[in-house]
């Protein structure tokens, strides 16, 4: 077990900015963080690979995620720092891939878990209309709470951590499927499956019960909330709707700057485009950078749906690529995922 002492020698491992420095207050100094969202982007088994595939699909240099930098001693005992958003969820389970890689026993491993903090009055209904939770840090916690439970830490079962091992490398795998099928029937102490997969659900094309095919859920508010006049992505945002407010909870969890970077992917895709690009107003600044609208296609799509799935530019998420023409990964109408 540890002990309030040991906080100091420990390697600890935070899943956001604000936890990082949190800990760093409270004499943790040795402080991983690796703060990536994972809900959408490419994920591979292999470190080096993975780390390069998300530079790349980004397009950015800027160094958030530090859990495969060489710069790390991994000392044990390891913390992980973990509450209940769904990206640090996943985050979690490539923790503990990774430090099984490096060949750091289980029983030098600490899951400090934390559930959400119970919102005040005022937030609670905003809280409650929230589909997904993402939102939640362990720095919703204060400085006695952290301080209480790293005094009283103790090593999961090695069987809960081989499921962690597992559910990360069913999560980075090709094939969707197996990960699909324990997220629907679920694995003993992960909770977070069944919403997890609520969640991935939204970025892949539909295909209703007659047969036709339809943008995932996420591009169907995107493309509703555009038209055919300008819009940059920051006026998306502000029209105020139960569309915006549908897209902004998705982005919650994706982080806001996908937001722009999927209007790209919309505007760069194919020769006859379904959405147009123009310099927006402010070039220094990422939300109003471009502005966008849809094409005389893209109307005829968002109202009428795919003729096939390559119409829709492809989406890397966890393993696999939705949209993908190699892979044509279609979400059915009772949750699954099928080939077409």
Same mark, same amino acid.
């Given at each position: ?17 604000l936890t990082t420095e ?31 595939a998300r530079r790349v ?105 081989d499921r962690a091992v ?9 094939? =969707? ?7 629907? $029937? !679920?694995?003993?102490? @992960?909770? +977070?499956? *069944? #919403? ?63 937001? =722009? ?7 760069? $895709? !194919?020769?006859?485009? @379904?959405? +147009?690009? *123009? #310099? ?61």
């Amino acid at each position: 077990m540890l002990n309030l002492v040991d906080i100091g020698r420990a390697t600890h491992v935070a899943f956001d900015g604000l936890t990082t420095e949190q800990l760093l207050q409270i004499d943790a100094t040795d402080v991983v963080r690796a703060s990536d969202r994972l809900i959408i982007g490419p994920s591979r088994r292999d470190a080096l690979e993975h780390a390069r595939a998300r530079r790349v699909w980004w397009g950015s240099t800027e160094e958030w995620d530090k859990l495969y930098s060489s710069d790390v001693h991994w000392v044990p005992p390891i913390v992980l720092w973990v509450s209940a958003s769904l990206h640090e969820r996943v985050n979690l389970w490539r923790a503990c891939s990774w430090l099984r890689q490096l060949g750091i026993e289980h029983h030098d491993i600490f899951v400090l878990d934390f559930e959400p903090v119970p919102p005040s009055r005022a937030a609670s209904r905003e809280v409650l209309t929230r589909p997904f939770t993402c939102s939640e840090s362990v720095s919703d916690h204060s400085d006695e709470v952290l301080l209480e439970r790293v005094g009283k830490a103790l090593p999961w079962p090695r069987e809960r951590y081989d499921r962690a091992v597992r559910l990360w490398d069913s999560y980075v795998d090709e094939n =969707p499927l197996p990960f699909v099928e324990n997220c629907l $029937h !679920g694995v003993e102490g @992960f909770s +977070e499956l *069944a #919403p997890l997969w609520a969640l991935l659900s939204r970025f892949f094309p539909r295909r209703t019960a007659e047969g036709s095919l339809r943008v995932s859920r996420f591009d169907e508010l995107l493309l509703a909330l555009l038209s055919t006049e300008w819009k940059t992505p920051l006026d998306l945002l502000a029209h105020e709707s139960e569309t915006q407010m549908n897209l902004w909870h998705l982005l919650s969890c994706t982080g806001d700057l996908f937001l =722009p970077r999927r209007l790209e992917h919309w505007a760069d $895709h !194919g020769s006859s485009a @379904f959405v +147009e690009r *123009a #310099p927006g107003p402010r070039p220094d600044v990422t939300m109003k950078a471009f502005a966008y609208r849809l094409t005389e296609r893209g109307v005829q799509l968002r109202d009428k749906g795919l003729e096939q799935l390559t119409d829709a530019p492809s989406l890397p998420i966890a393993g696999t690529e939705a949209y993908s023409p190699s892979a044509p990964w279609v979400l059915l109408e009772d949750g699954r995922l099928a080939r077409l």
